[in-house]
């Protein structure tokens, strides 16, 4: 069985795959709102990410690129993605699908930036994710947890 991270269309079909998800709670991971946004704006670039087993959506991301200008975490400053909203419907946890969801984000070879859930440090670090040093003006109460890959390094306070 081949299950391949897709890209996913902002559409009504999408959103309707969106509500499995909003079933098992977790209010903060909600995209509904985001995806219905996008599609009033007929935005044609997503940054929905997922996986299907069958034609079900059991797996979803949003991957942001934050360019440079932007960048308060990395050395050099440089364009960079913030994953967002990572989640494994339940019954399909503990089988790698959010694993293949970071490494496909890790594949752009960009530093990630997230802003992890309570209880899911573990996960993040296992991916290979670190905290960043705290910068109260810059982190406003989140704990940001980042991954950079090779020749980039965290920015100095």
Do not use: C
Request: glycine share 6%; aromatic share 14%.
């Amino acid at each position: 069985m081949k299950n391949e991270v897709e890209k996913l269309l902002i559409n009504y079909k999408t959103l309707e795959q969106f509500k499995r998800f909003k079933e098992y709670g977790n209010q903060e991971l909600s995209m509904m709102e985001d995806l219905q946004n996008n599609i009033v704006e007929n935005n044609s670039e997503s940054p929905f990410y997922g996986i299907y087993v069958g034609h079900h959506l059991i797996a979803r991301m949003s991957l942001y690129k934050v360019s440079a200008k932007y960048d308060a975490y990395f050395k050099p400053p440089q364009d960079y993605l913030e994953l967002w909203k990572l989640e494994v419907l339940p019954d399909y946890r503990g089988r790698h699908y959010g694993k293949a969801l970071v490494d496909f984000a890790k594949s752009f070879q960009l530093p990630i930036k997230t802003n992890p859930r309570i209880n899911s440090h573990g996960f993040w670090e296992k991916m290979g994710f670190q905290k960043a040093k705290y910068e109260m003006e810059r982190d406003l109460g989140e704990n940001p947890l980042i991954w950079m890959p090779e020749g980039v390094e965290e920015k100095e306070q």
